[in-house]
């Protein structure tokens, strides 16, 4: 897989499990435990709780879907 | 300190509270640059004809500048939403004349979302290699020199510490600009507990052509780790901290052309609020008098 393919699918997990409502643990966990997402582990292994929840808090808020979704 | 004074202008809601709390700014002739958000309409949002009469003006005058909100700089994959955004920035501006154009760092389009607030993107060489590009499809379609504006959300530390010096990068591949949005300079400040001078050093200061200026809220802070969060929702009055910063910016800054108040639409529905806002703006001139005369 291309560095951009990860890249996508890294994006689009973030944006979709920010948008799911989960706990911001939940979200920080599943991005560091899913296989797909090894390169990015140390990145996302320092992500501020807080921030998580303040961003799912604005997808949840602000985001549009796209009209297939 | 350099020697001619950056132009002090607002950034344009196209609402009825916005139009009250200007119309004597603007009929006094106080304000000296306009900024406008020209993808609202692709949004649905309705340009009123005072707002049309606005840009018009300012753009004669050589004193509007563009600020995009949706193009989604660092999303991995480049969309037809993104190409039809790009398109429509291309044929705005070629319909008014703008001095720049500026969009945010970070990407808000991917997977089931077609626009959000933008996030912070892992600042490696991949994403480097798409944020050069989609700047140099942004400064194709506008024509003008292009920029990027710092990003007030940060996942962590390391976001916050990176990301001038990333921001340098990108707009060095198209000779671009940097807007140094000092209400997000200051969330970093107060939700990292950052010293406000060394984070402004992280920034490319050279290449710093505009400033905003804006105020927010305070969320609670789930975690317990801070005492709240500071959030960029431009929907309150300008903090003293922010304009503290101004002080210094504008020492540090020598390119600044343009300095830029922000508030959102709606968010000023009371006559007291619209005085506030009125203030905030006659603070920043104050500001600009003493650091240039």
């Known amino acids: 897989m291309t560095d951009q393919a990860k890249l996508s699918e890294y994006q689009d997990a973030l944006l979709e499990l920010l948008a799911s409502g989960m706990s911001e643990g939940e979200v920080i966990q599943r991005l560091q435990t899913d296989p797909r997402f090894a390169c990015y582990r140390d990145y996302v292994s320092q992500f501020d709780p807080d921030m998580v929840a303040v961003a799912s808090e604005l997808i949840c808020k602000w985001a549009i879907r796209k009209p297939d979704q | ?293």
Request: charge should be negative; aromatic fraction near 10%.
């Open chain 2, 1 to 293: 300190m350099q020697t001619n004074k950056p132009k002090l202008g607002l950034s344009l809601m196209p609402t009825e509270d916005f139009r009250m709390a200007t119309e004597q700014l603007f009929a006094q002739d106080k304000v000296d640059a306009l900024e406008f958000n020209f993808d609202q309409p692709l949004n649905g949002v309705v340009i009123a004809p005072w707002c049309q009469d606005l840009l018009d003006k300012f753009s004669s005058a050589s004193a509007l500048i563009g600020h995009g909100v949706n193009l989604s700089l660092l999303s991995a994959q480049f969309t037809k939403r993104q190409q039809e955004w790009l398109e429509y920035t291309r044929e705005e501006f070629k319909s008014r004349r703008y001095v720049h154009a500026s969009e945010h760092f970070g990407f808000s389009e991917a997977g089931p979302i077609a626009q959000a607030a933008p996030l912070a993107v892992p600042m490696d060489a991949q994403s480097l290699y798409l944020g050069k590009e989609m700047l140099k499809r942004y400064a194709d379609a506008t024509q003008c020199p292009v920029g990027l504006e710092n990003l007030a959300f940060a996942f962590s530390l390391e976001d916050v510490k990176r990301q001038g010096e990333f921001i340098d990068q990108l707009i060095s591949s198209v000779d671009g600009f940097l807007l140094l949005d000092l209400h997000n300079i200051y969330c970093q400040v107060a939700n990292f507990d950052l010293d406000a001078l060394q984070l402004i050093h992280s920034y490319p200061l050279s290449k710093v052509r505009e400033l905003h200026l804006s105020g927010g809220s305070w969320s609670p802070s789930l975690s317990g780790k801070r005492i709240a969060v500071r959030r960029d929702t431009h929907d309150d009055a300008v903090p003293q901290e922010v304009f503290n910063l101004t002080a210094l910016a504008l020492k540090l800054c020598p390119n600044t052309q343009f300095v830029i108040l922000e508030r959102l639409g709606n968010t000023m529905l009371e006559p007291e609020l619209q005085e506030e806002y009125r203030d905030d703006f006659d603070t920043i001139r104050e500001i600009l008098d003493y650091s240039y005369d």
